[in-house]
């Protein structure tokens, strides 16, 4: 025979646990990923997470091609029509970083939460890039990092529209000039590198000058000395261009 003592306390736990009902169900839908945790779409990509956070774990799978994580770090959406891979190292900040990129087998999206996606392709091995806000033409600053085993494809998105420019790498080699379309969208060709800072950059055309003999000068030597002087400003920016003279 239970007591009234006992029916009274019985009551009041009762009673607190249906208050803590909300909070106990938010931290029963919190599955705890532990660095290095893969999670895999069925048909597409598998997301490794790069350090230790807290995840929604109802519904991580819009698709069978997307893994769709809201974390304790950041909400993160991975999308890809094959069975493609990446290491996401941090998902919010100034930089979104990732490691370990499997895109050989097709396009692999990637979509933080305060970011425009960014798609990569083909041999690239790792990304890091920003907010499209802080990735803009002629700036002077590094827009994305990237390393790739050989040829791919970085795809940036909701750049300024109609906007032609000049990719290049920090130890100046350049990737060619492009041209955003007109939602913003341009997909930049990339080779073999590691850790390859790139600037987009407005490349201006070279500009002459102290020509010798003077322009429109006849020349009477034998064996002139031909000269002339040639300033292109691109070449103290980052990145820098190619000039040919031909005197």
């Given at each position: ?67 769709d994580l809201e974390t304790s770090a950041g909400n993160l959406t991975v999308s890809s029509p094959s069975r493609t891979g990446v290491r996401v190292d941090s998902i919010t900040g100034k930089w ?100 390859a800072g790139v600037y987009l950059y407005e490349g201006s055309a070279p500009t002459l000058s102290e020509f010798n003999p003077p322009d429109g000068d006849d020349i009477s030597e034998k064996n ?24």
């Amino acid at each position: 025979m239970v007591s009234r003592r006992q029916i009274r306390v019985l009551f009041v736990v009762g009673l607190l646990l249906g208050a803590a009902a909300p909070g106990l169900a938010a931290v029963l839908n919190g599955v705890l990923f532990e660095s290095g945790t893969t999670v895999r779409a069925a048909d597409g990509p598998a997301v490794t997470i790069g350090s230790s956070v807290e995840v929604d774990g109802r519904d991580m799978f819009a698709d069978n091609e997307t893994v769709d994580l809201e974390t304790s770090a950041g909400n993160l959406t991975v999308s890809s029509p094959s069975r493609t891979g990446v290491r996401v190292d941090s998902i919010t900040g100034k930089w979104t970083n990732t490691s370990s990129i499997n895109a050989s087998a097709g396009d692999l999206t990637i979509n933080p939460e305060e970011k425009s996606e960014v798609v990569v392709s083909g041999a690239v091995t790792a990304i890091d890039f920003k907010n499209e806000s802080q990735t803009a033409v002629g700036d002077g600053q590094v827009d994305f990092v990237y390393s790739a085993d050989g040829s791919g494809s970085v795809t940036l998105k909701n750049l300024a529209p109609n906007t032609t420019f000049t990719a290049g790498a920090t130890d100046g080699s350049p990737l060619g000039k492009y041209t955003t379309d007109a939602n913003g969208e341009v997909t930049i060709s990339v080779d073999s590198a590691s850790g390859a800072g790139v600037y987009l950059y407005e490349g201006s055309a070279p500009t002459l000058s102290e020509f010798n003999p003077p322009d429109g000068d006849d020349i009477s030597e034998k064996n002139p000395t031909l000269s002339v002087q040639v300033n292109d400003s691109d070449f103290s920016r980052p990145g820098g261009d190619n000039v040919t003279v031909k005197i």
